[in-house]
């Protein structure tokens, strides 16, 4: 609840305030006395008067609901008031001033500037004041110029204080709109910005899980297919499985104890796991030539330093295509070329030849996730940082995969925002 809401809460309800209103403007008229010392003469008090009193006050009550009604039916009890000579007019002999009858109509006129549209504000103030105005002028005609400007000043008054009331109260509703709608801004952010750090988690999660479990399970494939007549080679498998496992355990763990962090001095930078570089690319390739792919690693070009947003892209995407030759195509020939064009920019290019006649290849149904996620986290990845990704079949059988990452200084390096 904001703070303007706290005191609308604490504001008497304007119901309440109507009630008093009229009230309080109907016993002043009933209070007016019956006669005055050097006036004219009054007509007797009789039920008429009572009820034209009880007219001239009580309808304020239901103002809220009916404002013009309520206003005309105020300003013709108390005009028939006055021309029956109820009450005294609005400006007596001599100038005195008795005027209480007519303050029920000013309030009426104040209340329906506060509450009405700008429109039939302005019709009050054109129309129904200058009425008014000339009423008071015609009930008496020794006084129709002093009762004129009386009431014209004093309505307009009425009216000019409801308008700036109103609008006060506009300004508070604005404010109060454009604080919800900020809050509610702020509430929409922090869900996005939840939603994009789940979707990073998950990117993670698939690159790690998904890399080196594809490699357990070729490997222990392969183990077992060599089991009868290699141990020594078998054994060597479970090794590399072993080895391949406790990699992934490590990452896993690093990336969960970023989610276990929950202390808010902590710097942003503190609360990000080490991410992999393109240092890392040629360890990535011996745990992949480990597993039976033939692969070759080229570089053209001079390299040039990258942020390190874009370094994790590379690395993820060399990382999925090199995971997806091993689960589809299995120990195949392929060949990974890093190269370096103007401007920093780097064009990754992973191709392999599909699957090989005569070589061991995994059960399709035992490494294939089939969920087809990582081809479109790669390509989210490398829009994130402005580039771009290709992949295709090629003609003689095989995958490539062609992702292009710029280097430049127009590549956003905030992960946070952007996402690895």
Same mark, same amino acid.
């Given at each position: 609840m904001t703070y303007l809401d706290s005191i609308a809460r604490r504001r008497m309800p304007q119901a309440v305030v109507d009630v008093v209103l009229a009230v309080v403007v109907t016993a002043g008229v009933l209070a007016v006395p019956e006669r005055l010392p050097d006036g004219p003469p009054l007509r007797d008090p009789d039920t008429w008067r009572l009820l034209l009193a009880l007219l001239s006050g009580l309808p304020l009550a239901v103002h809220r609901r009916w404002p013009l009604p309520t206003l005309l039916t105020v300003a013709a009890a108390v005009g028939v008031l006055q021309a029956c000579d109820y009450v005294a007019p609005l400006v007596g002999p001599g100038g005195t001033s008795v005027g209480v009858p007519v303050l029920g109509v000013a309030a009426a006129v104040l209340l329906t500037a506060v509450r009405s549209s700008r429109r039939?504000?302005?019709?009050?103030?054109?129309?129904?004041?200058?009425?008014?105005? &000339?009423?008071?002028?015609?009930?008496?005609?020794?006084?129709?110029?002093?009762?004129?400007?009386?009431?014209?000043?004093?309505?307009?008054?009425?009216?000019?204080?409801?308008?700036?009331?109103?609008?006060?109260?506009?300004?508070?509703r604005d404010a109060v709109e454009k604080t919800a709608a900020l809050e509610r801004e702020q509430g929409a952010n922090a869900r996005a910005a939840v939603a994009r750090e789940r979707a990073r988690i998950a990117r993670e999660l698939h690159d790690i899980v998904a890399h080196h479990v594809s490699l357990m399970v070729v490997q222990t494939i392969a183990a077992d297919r060599v089991q009868d007549r290699d141990g020594a080679k078998a054994h060597e498998l479970h090794h590399i499985v072993e080895q391949t496992g406790r990699a992934a355990v490590g990452e896993l763990r690093q990336l969960l104890q970023v989610l276990r962090t929950d202390d808010p001095e902590d710097g942003a930078e503190s609360r990000?796991?080490?991410?992999?570089?393109?240092?890392?690319?040629?360890?990535?390739?011996?745990?992949?030539?480990?597993?039976?792919?033939?692969l070759d690693l080229t570089?053209?070009?001079?390299?040039?330093?990258?942020?390190?947003?874009?370094?994790?892209?590379?690395?993820?995407?060399?990382?999925?295509?090199?995971?997806?030759?091993?689960?589809?195509?299995?120990?195949?020939?392929?060949?990974?070329?890093?190269?370096?064009?103007?401007?920093?920019?780097?064009? &990754?290019?992973?191709?392999?030849?599909?699957?090989?006649?005569?070589?061991?290849?995994?059960?399709?149904?035992?490494?294939?996730?089939?969920?087809?996620?990582?081809?479109?986290?790669?390509?989210?990845?490398?829009?994130?940082?402005?580039?771009?990704?290709?992949?295709?079949?090629?003609?003689?059988?095989?995958?490539?995969?062609?992702?292009?990452?710029?280097?430049?200084?127009?590549?956003?390096?905030?992960?946070?925002?952007?996402?690895?």
């Open positions: 039939l504000a302005s019709v009050v103030a054109t129309a129904v004041i200058p009425a008014l105005a &000339v009423a008071e002028a015609l009930i008496e005609p020794g006084f129709r110029m002093a009762n004129a400007v009386t009431a014209t000043i004093l309505l307009v008054a009425a009216w000019a204080l409801g308008r700036l009331s109103g609008a006060r109260k506009a300004l508070a990000q796991p080490p991410q992999p570089s393109l240092k890392e690319i040629p360890r990535l390739v011996e745990s992949v030539r480990a597993a039976g792919l033939d570089s053209e070009g001079a390299p040039a330093e990258l942020p390190a947003v874009s370094e994790l892209v590379v690395y993820r995407v060399v990382q999925e295509a090199l995971t997806n030759t091993l689960k589809h195509a299995g120990r195949t020939r392929a060949r990974l070329s890093l190269v370096w064009g103007p401007g920093r920019d780097l064009t &990754v290019r992973v191709c392999d030849e599909g699957r090989r006649t005569g070589h061991f290849e995994p059960r399709a149904e035992a490494v294939s996730d089939g969920a087809g996620h990582g081809l479109v986290g790669m390509r989210e990845r490398v829009a994130a940082v402005g580039g771009s990704l290709r992949t295709a079949r090629r003609p003689g059988g095989g995958f490539c995969v062609h992702a292009t990452v710029p280097g430049g200084a127009g590549c956003d390096t905030t992960e946070g925002d952007q996402g690895p």
